[in-house]
């Protein structure tokens, strides 16, 4: 009789031996970054795009974030080694380049995870997008001559990143990879293009 109720209790207590490690090595820490949140960072990318005139596919960004972001609670989410893509395009009514983030990339371990979110840059002063250095010239567009240009921001141009839609996260190890490799670049193409 009681080798009956101890095999009938074995299969539980291995299940209650193991359920701290299923809960160690499972989903991890689940991390929210919540909408109105915000990272510094730079951009790695020039931007370069056509004003109104041209048809042209908007210029893809890649985007730093220097550390992680800041909520509106007064919290903080590590992202340091973290970088955000989007595209740029130029608003005319507003005169200024125009940055929408799409998603983040981070790297765990030796593999990389990619979350998609929602965000636009805004210039290191707070204002929504990034003045640009405007080169004009005239194309003709059947038979019109059309003015038009390129509006230009240069790569490693500072910035800010907020989201407009909140994302949740799960990871079971550190998210950062503690270290971040050097940003090294030859000292005539820092102000590049000119």
Known sequence: MIGKKLLFA???????????????????????????????????????????????????VVFRIEDGFFTPADGFVDMS??????????????????VEIKNISCPAGNKMYQV??????????????????????EKEIWGVTVRTGIAT?????????????GFTFSKREKLSPGWRRPLTFPEEFKNFPP
């Open 10 to 60: 074995l299969p539980y207590t291995f299940s209650f031996l193991f359920l701290p490690l299923s809960l160690m090595y499972g989903q991890g820490v689940v991390y929210s970054v919540p909408q109105g949140a915000f990272a510094t960072g730079t951009l790695l990318t020039g931007i370069s795009v056509a004003l109104p005139g041209v048809v042209v596919d908007p210029g893809p």
């Open 81 to 98: 080694g973290c970088y955000a893509g989007g595209t740029a395009y130029w608003a005319d009514h507003i005169s200024r380049v125009i």
């Open 116 to 137: 998609e979110i929602l965000g636009y840059l805004y210039d290191i002063q707070g204002r929504f997008g990034f003045t640009a250095d405007i080169t004009q010239f």
């Open 153 to 165: 921001v240069p790569a490693f141009t500072q910035g800010i990143l907020f989201l407009t839609k």
